[in-house]
């Protein structure tokens, strides 16, 4: 048995497109025959069927965000790959039972930290030995978590549930081979012994496209190694240059942001000088007001202790005090003050106490206005910043998209004349020992 992790990707629809239906052939634009289909089984999906499956499970990833927050986690950048593939390979000597295959699955979910997560498991039966392929959804559905995302785990330390997933199913996949009587995969075997001798073991999978071609190319005789060296040559330069506009892409990148992030510093170094300012100039300017109501004051207070010493004076303050006391509806104070210089004193103070708030009030309502309005100003100058770098990341992305439309036709070009190269070079072959046996044949005559 071989476990195959085959790929991340974003379309859940169209990898259960591909996993409920036969194989597209050359020249179709879709299957909608399932004869490959031998037995499919959802998980952790309230027992939807598999036609239903991928829905469910696009639902619950676009639903990650309000996940998190109903999990009290902090919202962070979106997921873009959401679905998980792998493979589990049965060597064709096994004997199988659908009992033991769906085990399989639930087992490798477990080992991989993923037996709580949506998934499909569908069973193919359209080569030598008998496989199954597994669809799971990343997004954990009680908390919104990519599976693929560092989480805190128990020993403090932060990993991915998918870390080391290449080493945990092939120690799931020994287990279960002894568990179940199954036929030992030797070349796995192999591999776990030079781990546990400390050996590094390269078992990276092959991508599909990788694969098919070296598969085609398999037969090819050594006459052609001089062409797969040109076309090498030719991927190499392609290569090259991707890896050029890769790390271009990301120095340009970095660049705007690091730009943005200055423009934003140098306002915000800007605000609290310039609001400390403002303040300083609105109280230098009252200055002369605060100091015509301390002379004003302060000679009210002379004219006050004056004018006590003279009937006439204390007879007019004492009439004045009454009128005060009386506007303030305080009618028994007003008895009071028409008698008492103490008390005609205390109004007094208590007027310039008065007069004193109210200039502290109007300058401070003046502050606050100023302040209001400077931060507006500041709040838009961010807002314009903000403006100006996301119309540049959009400028930008589309000069880098038409740069990667350029790679992509780069190898879509050479991959279709590598393809037709080697076609025509195998037919020039094939025909050649065709016409070799018959003019071997040739001239024979049945004994």
């Known amino acids: ?192 012994n030079k781990r546990a001798q400390g050996e590094k073991v390269n078992a990276q999978r092959k991508s599909r496209n990788v694969h098919e071609r070296q598969k085609a190319e398999k037969n090819v005789k050594r006459t052609m190694d001089f062409m797969k060296r040109q076309q090498n040559d030719r991927a190499t330069v392609i290569q090259e240059k991707s890896a050029e506009l890769k790390e271009k892409s990301r120095l340009e990148w970095d660049a705007l942001k690091q730009s943005y992030a200055i423009e934003k510093e140098a306002i915000r170094a800007q605000m609290s000088p310039t609001m400390k300012a403002q303040s300083a100039a609105i109280k230098e300017a009252h200055k002369p007001e605060w100091k015509t109501l301390f002379r004003r004051q302060q000679l009210e207070r002379y004219q006050f202790h004056r004018e006590q010493k003279t009937a006439v004076g204390r007879i007019w303050y004492g009439a004045m005090s009454v009128r005060q006391m009386v506007r303030e509806g305080k009618g028994f104070k007003a008895l009071q003050a028409a008698f008492s210089s103490v008390l005609q004193r205390d109004i007094l103070m208590m007027k310039q106490d008065n007069e004193r708030a ?64 080697f076609e025509t070079r195998r037919d020039r072959e094939q025909t050649r020992e065709r016409g070799f046996g018959m003019s071997q044949g040739r001239g024979r005559t049945p004994s």
């Not at 036969?22 to 031998?38: C, F, I, N, W």
């Not at 507006?376 to 930008?396: G, P």
């Open 1 to 192: 048995m071989n476990p195959v992790e085959i790929t991340q990707g974003k379309s859940f629809k169209g990898l259960s497109a591909y996993l409920l239906h036969d194989e597209k052939r050359q020249g179709e634009e879709s299957r909608t025959t399932s004869e490959r289909v031998g037995w499919s089984q959802t998980y952790n999906l309230a027992g939807a069927d598999a036609d239903q499956a991928w829905r469910l499970m696009l639902a619950t990833a676009n639903s990650a965000n309000a996940l998190k927050e109903a999990a009290g986690i902090k919202k962070g950048k979106a997921v873009k790959n959401t679905v998980y593939h792998y493979s589990i390979n049965f060597n064709p000597e096994d004997e199988l039972t659908p009992e033991i295959q769906q085990s399989a699955v639930a087992e490798s979910l477990k080992a991989l930290g993923l037996d709580d997560h949506q998934a499909m498991a569908v069973e193919h039966t359209d080569k030598a030995h008998n496989h199954i392929h597994v669809m799971v959804n990343l997004i954990d559905p009680a908390n919104g978590m990519s599976a693929a995302s560092p989480q805190m785990g128990a020993d403090g330390k932060k990993r991915s549930k998918l870390s080391n997933s290449r080493r945990k199913l092939s120690s799931w996949a020994k287990k279960f081979e002894r568990d179940n009587g199954l036929i030992v995969t030797e070349g796995r075997l192999a591999n776990a």
């Open 358 to 421: 109210e200039l502290s009030r109007a300058i401070k309502a003046e502050i606050n206005e100023a302040m209001t309005q400077a931060k507006q100003d500041f709040d838009r100058q961010f807002e314009e910043t903000r403006t100006r770098f996301l119309d540049d990341c959009d400028s930008l992305k589309s000069e880098q998209d038409e740069a990667w439309k350029e790679i992509r036709a780069d190898w879509k070009a050479y991959n279709r004349e590598r393809r037709e190269a």
